[in-house]
């Protein structure tokens, strides 16, 4: 096991690069604070990816600096890259090759000798489920089978850092809990994991703090519950019985709760964000006192509510509000 580090597994301040006329990214300050999942969200083109390979000595970086364990990742690569792993976006294992063939020719690429080589591959194919499958070749591994293997492939020697890039990228839910579970287990035994996703439920179930870029730089950082609370107290769900009354009821919610109210595609369903009180509850007070004020007003015009919700944004909310305020232009300023 990885003892545990108090220093952060990585810092950077003012990363840039830049390829032609785009900054894919463009003043990074970042601080990953060691022992924990750490997710990096952002739309495609955000500087996610570009940021990962600068971190891991794949990219030099055109200015600012990055730190991993405080090991300079231009100055000092070779340290880093003895304290890092990285799996990418894509399975990077041979698919002609078996499953145990994989592990072994990359153990011993890292210096194991023979006989650990093979004890360390069959370690990591039974504690990833794949012992079944370790004499199959690649290539007929299903996409959830691949990334395990993969990831395997990442810890045979147990990094102090391990990048995941969108590692359940096309996988189906039972494949992304079995990848999920895995990261887990890596940080139990004392890897920092650095994670970058497209899917905002992974991030959530994940990490203990999130950074989202946008136009390459960072414009919001927290933990799940922080980033959440950032755009509102609460967000109310209604479903009403006649969708006839969906312009009355939006008008009430409007009036009550002085906030805009988006009329979903479902004919019957409206969404608001509440502001609340400010204070730091999962819910609080304030946000409540709105909701049950609104469901009062509603029924006192008529107005027929089948289904009600009142609970915390998700964090799909957050990502939406937060990039759709990040345009080029508040970029530039």
Same mark, same amino acid.
């Not at 439920?201 to 999130?210: N, Q, S």
């Not at 980033?227 to 939006?250: C, F, M, N, Y």
């Not at 009430?252 to 805009?260: E, G, S």
């Given at each position: ?27 990074? &300050? ?31 970086? &055109? ?12 100055? %000092? ?11 990418? %976006? ?44 370790? &004499?199959? %070749? ?16 990442? !810890? ?15 996988? &189906? ?36 703090? !999130? ?33 006839? %009354? ?28 509440? !502001? ?58």
């Amino acid at each position: 096991m990885i003892q545990r580090e108090t220093a952060p597994a990585i810092e950077t301040s003012g990363l840039v690069k830049v390829f032609g006329t785009t900054r894919a990214v463009d003043g990074l &300050d970042l601080t990953v604070p060691a022992g924990s999942v750490y997710g990096v969200l952002g739309p495609n083109g955000a500087g996610k990816t570009t940021a990962v390979r600068m971190l891991a000595t794949l990219l030099r970086p &055109d200015a600012g600096e990055a730190r991993v364990f405080g090991l300079d990742v231009v100055r %000092q690569a070779d340290a880093v890259r003895g304290l890092v792993s990285l799996t990418g %976006q894509y399975a990077s294992v041979d698919e002609d090759m078996t499953g145990t063939e994989n592990l072994i020719l990359l153990a011993r690429l890292l210096g194991y000798r023979k006989p650990p080589a093979r004890a360390r591959a069959a370690q990591l194919l039974d504690a990833f489920g794949l012992t079944d499958a370790a &004499d199959r %070749q690649v290539k007929n591994y299903s996409g959830g089978m691949r990334r395990r293997l993969d990831i395997a492939a990442s !810890i045979l020697n147990t990094p102090r850092l391990l990048f995941l890039d969108e590692p359940t990228t096309g996988l &189906d839910p039972r494949s992304r809990n079995q990848v999920w579970d895995i990261i887990r287990a890596v940080v139990v035994q004392g890897t920092t994991v650095l994670l970058t996703t497209q899917y905002l439920d992974e991030a959530d179930h994940l990490a203990a703090r !999130i950074a989202v870029i946008d136009h390459g730089h960072v414009i919001a950082e927290g933990t799940p519950g922080e980033l959440k609370s950032s755009i509102g107290a609460g967000t109310v769900h209604l479903r009403l019985r006649d969708p006839g %009354q969906r312009q009355d009821a939006e008008r009430v919610l409007a009036r009550v709760l002085n906030v805009p109210v988006q009329l979903d595609a479902d004919p019957v369903a409206l969404t608001a964000r509440v !502001i609340g009180d400010g204070t730091d509850r999962e819910l609080d007070m304030g946000a409540a006192e709105q909701a049950s004020r609104a469901l009062s007003e509603l029924a006192a015009a008529g107005i027929v509510v089948d289904d009600f919700s009142l609970g915390q944004p998700s964090l799909d909310e957050v990502f939406l509000a937060l990039t759709d305020r990040s345009t080029p232009a508040d970029a530039a300023a």
